[in-house]
């Protein structure tokens, strides 16, 4: 990767992985979350909407900003200054009317990727910790970050390993066929590099 780098900044090594489902099908929806081993080369700024005292337990645990009901007014009104967002399940009723706004991002608080939570200072030291979330598209592809193009090869080398290890533990029981079909890795102004078959497989055959 380092020896396509084209952009006079620190870009950002994206992976794609084209699976063998049919997302339209709710039985073959892809979705979840990893802890990358070396994070992303950046803290993400974490957005935490709850009340009382989870708001000083989000504080304490590094939150960037915590809110209750005001917030939702600041981001309808633009403000998006925030890459994840959690949230307490009692405050479910004011992120439900931001739904168009995060849901297009991928920054909607959801259960199954531990989002929605009690546990407010867990929830907020995994993301900073580099905990991403991914999810199938209409397209049958999984697109997530695995780190800068500034990391040496072997970080880069283990955070797509663990992520390709949990997408393919997230498979559905209903997907049939080759379930892992290719996987591409690329900086943010680079070409795609198609990762060789043998080592996707190795890494399938440990998962």
């Known amino acids: 990767m380092q020896k396509v780098r084209f952009a006079g ?23 979840g979350t990893v802890i990358l081993p070396h994070g992303l080369g950046r803290s993400k700024r974490v957005l935490v909407v709850a009340s ?24 309808q009104s633009g403000w998006l200054e925030f890459d994840a967002v959690v949230a307490t399940p009692d405050m479910m009723r004011v992120i439900g009317k931001l739904g168009r706004v995060l849901g297009p991002r991928g920054l909607m ?6 989002t929605v939570t009690f546990d407010i200072a867990q929830a907020v030291n995994e993301i900073k910790a580099g905990k991403v ?12 970050s695995i780190g800068k193009s500034s990391f ?37 102004m680079g070409p795609g590099i198609r990762v060789d078959g043998g080592d996707v497989e190795a890494v ?3 998962a």
Request: charged share 30%.
């Open 9 to 31: 900044f620190d870009e950002s090594v994206e992976i794609a992985m084209r699976l063998g489902v049919n997302p339209k099908h709710a039985d073959q929806m892809v979705r």
């Open 52 to 75: 009382g005292e989870k708001v000083k337990e989000a504080e304490d645990a590094g939150a960037d900003t915590v809110g209750g009901e005001e917030i939702a007014d600041k981001i």
């Open 109 to 114: 608080p959801n259960p199954k990727t531990g």
């Open 133 to 144: 979330a991914y999810r199938v598209d209409k397209a049958g592809v999984v697109h997530a």
């Open 152 to 188: 040496d090869a072997s970080r880069l080398v283990e955070n797509a390993q663990a992520l390709i290890t949990s997408v393919i533990r997230a498979k559905p029981s209903a997907a049939k066929g080759k379930y892992l079909r290719s996987v591409t890795v690329a900086s943010t």
């Open 204 to 206: 399938a055959e440990s």
